[in-house]
């Protein structure tokens, strides 16, 4: 088996895993689809389903991957036990690697937006004024060629290998992205408007959040934002050193990754209705979003736009944060795939690195070209319909598949006397019953449209 890696440190396993899950998700997906489904609900809905079925899947994953040491392909069928499981775990592996695939392949679309808009404010302040408003447009060949960008970054990221790649990139970035929101929240704040917006998003009307529509919603996003499913986590897991306790990891993943999602709707949300009130169309007539996916590149550019000449540098630090948070995120996408074809297929790193990016930049660029059929389609596909259902199959192969003997064995390791704490009296009948029904019943509803 090709030379796994390991983390040196806890830290270096929690900014990479933190890395993998804070990206886009929370500062694009969290706040779009707060705002477009009622914000407090929303964000009330969100919180219970992550804290109640994606952190305790997120904790199946990471089990799974370091007790294995493997792909999750290879994993799953490690767990089985005999030919039908084994093949559903073959199944439920080559899903997460399309489905993974399918989510990069969207995701560097935003991660191109965030680049445009990075390199589209120092342009501005050279006096560049053409080329800064061709970076302002969303029109398909700036789109297009920023998509490219980002596939090209995340796989030369990935040619580097886990430490040098994913190590590096992990540690250095999530201070300063806490700071620029923290800076921005407190800014976009004192404007005019701003208290609607953050009445929208704290205070919930309670009838709004037993909306069906809404809990799929809320669920696809998390287990989108807890990077779940797919076998991500599950390979982050496989790296971790045997001297951590996974559960406390877990824990802190899950809670960083939390944290913000709610700081970013703290801007996101107050920044729509500072818009809104200075003239800036936001909703429709139904009371839709206007911008649909691109609400964030139309209500930030406003905002910076009102900070006079500070603007043009704080939408440049902001952006080029969010282009860093969306790559530490593709490059635990891209390593699903090649992870798996290195291993069982001896094909170099390198090579299988290139055929597998190129091969997914084309289907970007794809959607790019046909945005308004493909876009939603794709995120709701990968979101909603299959990490929820693939986390049920993993929860389905810890709480059912494997013997609960081995599960705490692995628990055990780097955590003496694991059996005695809470974690251990609740998790495992949740994992074991709690999740599957609780997801299902999503899912049911999901499919009865
Ligand atoms: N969790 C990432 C985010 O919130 O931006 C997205 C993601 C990363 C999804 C890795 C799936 C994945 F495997």
């Known amino acids: 088996m090709a030379d796994r890696g390991e983390f040196s440190s806890r830290f270096g396993f929690l900014m990479a895993a933190a890395g993998s899950a804070i990206g886009l998700g929370n500062i ?4 779009t689809n707060a705002a477009s489904n ?20 997120l904790m199946a994953e990471l089990i799974i991957g370091r007790h294995a040491q493997a792909n999750a392909v290879r994993a799953l069928q490690g767990l089985a036990r005999g030919p039908f499981t084994r093949r559903l775990g073959t199944f439920v592996g080559f899903a997460g690697i399309l489905t993974v695939s399918l989510i990069l392949s969207f995701y560097a679309i935003i991660g191109g937006w965030m680049l445009a808009w990075a390199v589209e404010a120092p342009a501005r302040l050279l006096g560049l004024d053409a080329v800064s408003s061709w970076l302002r447009t969303d029109a398909v060949p700036r789109n297009a060629l920023f998509d490219a960008l980002f596939m090209g970054l995340t796989i030369l990221i990935i040619m580097a290998g886990v430490r040098n790649g994913i190590e590096k990139w992990g540690t250095r970035l999530m201070p300063s992205l806490i700071l620029i929101l923290l800076c ?8 005019e408007g701003a208290m609607d917006g953050l009445a929208a998003y704290l205070i919930p009307d309670f009838s709004e959040a037993l909306d069906p529509q809404l809990i799929i919603n809320a669920l696809g996003q998390a287990f989108f934002s807890l990077s779940l499913g797919v076998g991500t986590m599950l390979i982050y897991g496989s790296y971790i050193s045997q001297r951590e306790s996974l559960s406390t990891v877990g824990w802190m993943v899950a809670a960083l990754d939390t944290s913000f999602a709610f700081l970013a709707g703290l801007l996101i949300l107050p920044a729509m209705y500072v818009a809104l009130a200075s003239g800036v169309e936001i909703f429709d007539a139904d009371g839709a979003l206007v911008a649909g996916p691109g609400l964030i590149v139309v209500v930030l550019p406003a905002l910076f736009d009102t900070m006079g000449g500070a603007g043009g540098f704080i939408s440049f630090a902001f952006f080029i944060l969010m282009s860093i948070a ?3 995120s593709s490059i635990s996408m891209l390593e699903v795939p ?31 070209a046909n945005f308004g059929v493909l876009f939603d389609s794709v ?26 003997k081995g599960v705490l064995e692995e628990l055990q390791k780097g955590h003496a006397g694991v059996e005695h704490t809470l974690f251990w009296k609740w998790w495992p009948f949740y ?13 049911v509803q999901l499919l009865r449209g």
Do not use: N
């Open 28 to 31: 694009w997906g969290f706040p």
């Open 38 to 57: 009622g914000g407090a609900a929303f964000l009330l809905v969100y919180l219970v389903l992550v804290f109640g079925l994606a952190w305790p899947a």
């Open 431 to 443: 994992i074991r019953y709690i999740c599957p029904l609780a997801i299902l019943a999503v899912y």
């Open 326 to 328: 969306a790559l530490t």
């Open 184 to 191: 921005l929240i407190a800014y976009v704040l004192t404007l």
């Open 338 to 368: 090649v992870a798996y074809v290195v291993e069982t297929r001896g094909i170099s790193r390198h090579r299988a690195t290139l055929g597998i990016g190129m091969l997914i930049t084309v289907i970007s660029l794809t959607i790019v």
């Open 379 to 404: 995120v709701t596909l990968t979101t909603e319909y299959s990490q929820p259902l693939l986390g049920l199959f993993f929860a389905v192969f810890v709480g059912w598949i494997w013997h609960r």
